[in-house]
């Protein structure tokens, strides 16, 4: 079972900030899921919300400011102290980051006003095409992916309530589906599996979700806390499931 650390190893760093990424390839993730937006000069900055409030002490939103402007933010004192000064990166100077480990990378495209094939360039550039998964919850962005054949696996993101069933994916194209934790069954994993569907479900913190869904054959999991999870699913394997 791979482990995909959500925004960075956001558990013990700010979320999707260099710090965050680099904790999570020092707790040995098998990848990184961070979210992207549009600046208001064009570039693709990784940050989840619409606005700067909750990750910094700016304001504004994202879609508004530059990226000369957004770098200035401080990205890290919210989470603690030790972290004053972390900025909100570029997606450019994450892949360069990604590119240099064995890690793969999960862009969630959240801006409305992303050009699919501005991201799929920004990609091709570093040669990262093998190693990278556009997920979202509009359909209509993966859509666009696959309708160019970029070679990008895309997954459709699922909320609790909104679920995309294996057969419905596989006859969709879709490679991959990242659903809600709490939206899924065992025979639903069952089904991914025999139709050679991915699954890597968010967001997966607690010690006994981590066990069932390693005992049930999970492709994946989108954790806040590689760390954790990596030893979990270490002992797992070793028989020790305490």
């Known amino acids: 079972m791979e482990i995909f650390a959500h925004r960075g190893a956001s558990a013990h ?3 999707n900030t260099m710090a965050a990424f680099v904790a999570a390839y020092d ?3 098998d990848a990184i899921e961070l979210d992207v937006h549009v600046a208001a000069d064009g570039t693709i ?9 909750r990750t910094t002490q700016g304001t504004g ?3 508004q400011l530059t990226y000369d402007q957004l770098r200035r933010l401080d990205a890290g004192s919210t ?14 100077e994450v892949l360069d980051f990604v590119r240099s480990t064995s ?4 862009i969630e495209v959240k801006g409305a006003n992303l050009s699919e094939e501005r991201l799929l360039q920004l990609i091709r550039d570093h040669d ?10 509009s359909w209509n962005v993966l859509r666009k992916m696959q309708a160019v054949d970029s070679g990008v ?3 459709p993101l699922c909320t609790e309530f909104h679920v995309l069933t294996p057969d419905e994916a596989y006859a969709r194209g879709f490679q991959a589906i990242h659903p809600h934790l709490r939206s899924l069954s065992p025979m639903y994993i069952r089904r991914a599996i025999d139709l050679g569907v991915s699954l890597r479900p968010y967001t997966v913190n607690r010690t006994e979700d981590v066990s069932a869904l390693f005992r049930l054959g999970t492709h994946a999991i989108i954790t806040d806390d590689p760390l954790r999870a990596r030893r979990i699913v270490q002992q797992m394997r070793s028989g020790d499931r305490r």
Do not use: C, K, W, Y
């Open 13 to 15: 760093a700010p979320e």
């Open 128 to 137: 990262m095409i093998e190693r990278t998964i556009v997920s979202s919850f």
């Open 45 to 53: 900055v990784v940050i989840h919300d619409d606005t700067v409030q």
């Open 79 to 92: 989470f603690g102290a030790s972290f004053r000064g972390e900025r909100i990166p570029t997606l450019a």
């Open 153 to 155: 696996q895309v997954a």
């Open 27 to 29: 707790q040995r993730a």
């Open 103 to 106: 890690m793969r990378v999960n």
């Open 61 to 63: 939103a994202v879609a």
